[in-house]
């Protein structure tokens, strides 16, 4: 996994377990228990996204089982008391869905399920037909980045780049994703601005900056030797 940034067709899951609409109660459930999955896509025709069925979809059917239930309380879930009588996808799934398309970054795709408050994207076309599924334990496989790779990713991007007259004056380390950028600069106010570039990098854990100025004192305290 090279180049940043990464983006979700990178990471995604191309075999995706999903139902018909029209796919019943039951086999829902069958099929997540035989895949040990806790959500699907809803399918229509040749494999558009309409919807996605999850386990929060179906426990209403349990939960409103106990006839104890208020009404005050069940006219304020109006929506639960529909999908504990549903029987079908079509009537159980929430729609519309919420998907990502292939190219969009991971940095995206997380800001998505955080906002939306979901596990999972269905990963559709510009048509709304399934390509695939990217979960949360899917973004985080750019933190299995080698600590080389990302040293030579951080040194081509972001040292050469934004340092091209003494990029050789910087060293850069890394351990288990955290970067160390040591080194003098003829711009301090170039520091902050590495930082920034460096944290963007796919599988940085952290960074650490040790850069001070070309112009410090060669006869001070970091030059005496013993």
């Not at 191309?14 to 035989?34: C, H, N, P, S, W």
């Not at 795709?109 to 709304?128: E, F, S």
């Not at 060293?171 to 003829?186: F, Y």
Request: charged share 25%; aromatic share 2%.
């Amino acid at each position: 996994m090279t180049g940043t940034p990464h983006v979700v067709s990178d990471v995604m899951t191309q075999a995706v377990v999903a139902v018909g609409r029209d796919a019943l109660f039951k086999e829902i459930v069958r099929t997540m228990e035989q895949w040990k999955v806790s959500a699907m896509p809803v399918l229509e025709g040749e494999g558009r996204v309409i919807g996605v069925v999850s386990e929060a979809d179906l426990l209403p059917k349990e939960e409103f089982r106990d006839d104890d239930q208020s009404l005050y309380q069940q006219r304020l879930r109006l929506t639960d008391v529909a999908k504990a009588g549903a029987t079908r996808a079509e009537e159980l799934m929430s729609t519309p869905a919420v998907t990502v398309h292939p190219d969009a970054t991971l940095a995206q795709a997380a800001r998505i399920m955080a906002v939306r408050h979901v596990k999972r994207l269905p990963v559709v076309d510009g048509v709304g037909m399934l390509q695939g599924i990217v979960s949360r334990a899917d973004l985080l496989k750019v933190f299995l980045r080698s600590d080389d790779d990302i040293v030579e990713e951080v040194r081509r991007t972001v040292v050469s780049c934004l340092f091209p007259t003494s990029n050789h004056a910087i060293s850069v380390n890394v351990h288990e994703g955290v970067v160390t950028l040591h080194g003098h600069l003829h711009d301090t106010s170039l520091i902050p601005v590495a930082v920034r570039l460096v944290r963007a990098v796919e599988g940085v854990v952290d960074v650490e900056p040790h850069l001070t100025g070309e112009s410090a004192d060669p006869g001070g305290p970091q030059a005496h030797s013993s």
